[in-house]
């Protein structure tokens, strides 16, 4: 009796690991568009990126900015442009790094998050748990 009720527990936990591992996978981020144009980096779908996954353009430039140590601005039809030319992987790097850290709800690891400020905490506030974490301020 009780080695059935172990090999039961067992067998939810396996059940809840690759579900909640499965659960981020629906959200696909796109791979970036990069082009070099002399001394400039240019993530053609910066725009398109920041959709995807939720968040403010403006807001993930200057977290990309900080990341990379350069200095990062948007144009006029949201394309990201870095200073220097940096290579692909540590941009796809940054990325990941924004989603998980800014997007990804800690307790469930749901993506249907939003960033919430309340005085001067930012907190990612998950739309399926409910969670409330506090996230360092980018400036």
């Given at each position: 009796m009780v080695d059935d009720?172990?090999?039961?527990?067992?067998?939810?936990?396996?059940?809840?690991?690759?579900?909640?591992?499965?659960?981020?996978?629906?959200?696909?981020?796109?791979?970036?568009?990069?082009?070099?144009?002399?001394?400039?980096?240019i993530i053609?779908?910066?725009?398109?990126?920041?959709?995807?996954?939720?968040?403010?353009?403006?807001r993930m430039a200057v977290f990309m900015g900080k990341e990379l140590a350069t200095s990062a601005n948007l144009d006029q039809e949201f394309r990201l442009?870095?200073?220097?030319?940096?290579?692909?992987?540590s941009i796809e790097r940054v990325?990941?790094?924004?989603?998980?850290?800014?997007?990804?709800?800690?307790?469930c690891g749901s993506p249907d998050t939003k960033l919430v400020k309340e005085r001067k905490v930012t907190f990612l506030v998950c739309e399926a748990c409910g969670a409330r974490s506090p996230v360092r301020e980018v400036k």
């Open positions: 009720y172990i090999s039961l527990l067992e067998r939810i936990k396996d059940n809840l690991r690759s579900e909640g591992s499965g659960r981020v996978s629906r959200l696909e981020i796109p791979s970036p568009d990069i082009v070099w144009v002399g001394n400039r980096t053609r779908n910066f725009r398109q990126i920041a959709d995807v996954i939720g968040r403010d353009p403006q442009i870095l200073l220097g030319r940096k290579d692909r992987e990325i990941q790094r924004y989603f998980k850290e800014y997007v990804i709800c800690p307790v």
